[in-house]
């Protein structure tokens, strides 16, 4: 079982910059591969970023939308994944969700952090 706490969520002006954060009840080493998703009033729930690792190798993917602004890195020893927004936007107010995923597939989720958008 993991559990994730977000942080780090709040009002920002349209152009400016917030890092969520979070941190994960168990060592990230144990764990797959952590995600950003994010769901907006009235929408689904959709893929923000994800961060891996294959070896010595890591990897992250971002989507289309977010690509250039967004930039998602982890802190192993503080079992942290944090995800720094960049030239934000109102289309970016969403409540924003962490997943962590484990050796057997399981998914695991926040509770979640609002960002706010708007002048």
């Known amino acids: 079982q993991v559990q994730l706490v977000e942080s780090g969520g709040g009002l920002v002006q349209p152009g400016g910059s917030l890092r969520l954060s979070c941190a994960a009840s168990?060592?990230?080493?144990?764990?797959?591969?952590m995600d950003w998703y994010r769901q907006a009033p009235g929408k689904q729930r959709e893929f923000v970023a994800s961060?891996?690792?294959?070896?010595?190798?890591?990897?992250?993917t971002y989507a289309d939308s977010v690509k250039g602004r967004f930039t998602i890195s982890r802190d192993i020893a503080e079992n942290t994944v944090y995800l720094q927004m960049n030239s934000l936007k109102p289309e970016d107010t969403a409540v924003y969700y962490c997943r962590a995923t484990d050796a057997y597939g399981r998914n695991y989720w926040g509770q979640g952090t609002q960002v706010t958008v708007s002048s």
């Open positions: 168990a060592s990230i080493r144990r764990i797959n591969a």
């Open positions: 961060i891996s690792s294959i070896g010595i190798t890591t990897y992250t």
